[in-house]
């Protein structure tokens, strides 16, 4: 969790107030009555420092180890939880819409954390990859909304979809997290692109839009690409007819 808004939360929680942490295995928010994890209760704290606070509000038995994406409702009571966290989690599982649903029902309000959609295009994070490599979405956080993107493997298959690792490590850590405190509900969506065509177009634009490579370079590339296709083309055409003189 970005530092400042650990601060920020810790700051505005009230003594009585229940908190439940969703997803906090790694890393729990020590302020937390409840933590909600797939991991057990004795494996937590992989990421070490702890974060809201030095003691532990939580214990085993408020510890509830569950698949936070099964679809059988959190065990909690409409609106119970004063307010629910969930940092770096959505975009890591299989159902982020069923999670955000379950977290606007049994909480008042809220915090969530992802990565950027700008960190997660960066190359340099992680060997040969784009952005951390178990990341299943692409997210933006907008005007009380959190939209959800497939992060389609095409991401990693060219330079032209991604943000090089020298842009990455230019980044801050506020740059890196987005995040949204909410009041009462917030919108969710999960957003679809068909055809392989529009899926390019939609990684490429958001690459140009943020750091946009250099024309001379794309119309090099576009060439490059050109080329390759033709030969490509000629090489199978020189194929075909191999295989039908070998025919007769």
């Not at 958001?206 to 794309?218: A, D, E, G, K, W």
Request: net charge negative.
């Amino acid at each position: 969790m970005y530092e400042s808004n650990d601060e920020l939360i810790t700051a505005r929680l009230a003594p009585a107030d229940i908190v439940l942490d969703i997803g906090g295995w790694a890393r729990p928010f020590n302020r937390a009555n409840y933590v909600m994890d797939a991991e057990p209760y004795e494996t937590r704290g992989y990421y070490g420092e702890p974060q809201g606070g030095e003691r532990e509000y939580f214990n085993e038995d408020t510890w509830i180890q569950r698949d936070i994406c099964e679809h059988t409702p959190y065990p909690f009571r409409d609106k119970e939880i004063d307010f629910v966290i969930c940092s770096h989690t959505l975009e890591d599982v299989r159902d982020p819409l069923w999670v955000c649903s379950e977290m606007v029902r049994v909480a008042k309000a809220g915090y969530i954390e992802v990565p950027s959609r700008v960190a997660e295009s960066c190359r340099g994070i992680e060997p040969n990859q784009v952005g951390w490599s178990h990341h299943r979405w692409l997210i933006d956080i907008e005007n009380n909304a959190v939209s959800f993107l497939m992060k389609y493997h095409m991401i990693h298959s060219h330079w032209r979809f991604s943000l090089p690792a020298s842009y990455q490590r230019q980044l801050s850590e506020r740059v890196r997290v987005q995040w949204l405190f909410w009041e009462g509900g917030f919108d969710f969506h999960e957003r679809t692109i068909h055809g392989v065509d529009s899926i390019a177009h939609e990684l490429e634009a958001f690459v140009q839009n943020t750091h946009p490579y250099s024309t001379l370079r794309l119309k090099l590339d576009a060439g490059y690409r050109s080329m390759r296709d033709v030969g490509r083309r000629i090489e199978n055409k020189a194929r075909r007819v191999q295989e039908q003189r070998r025919g007769h």
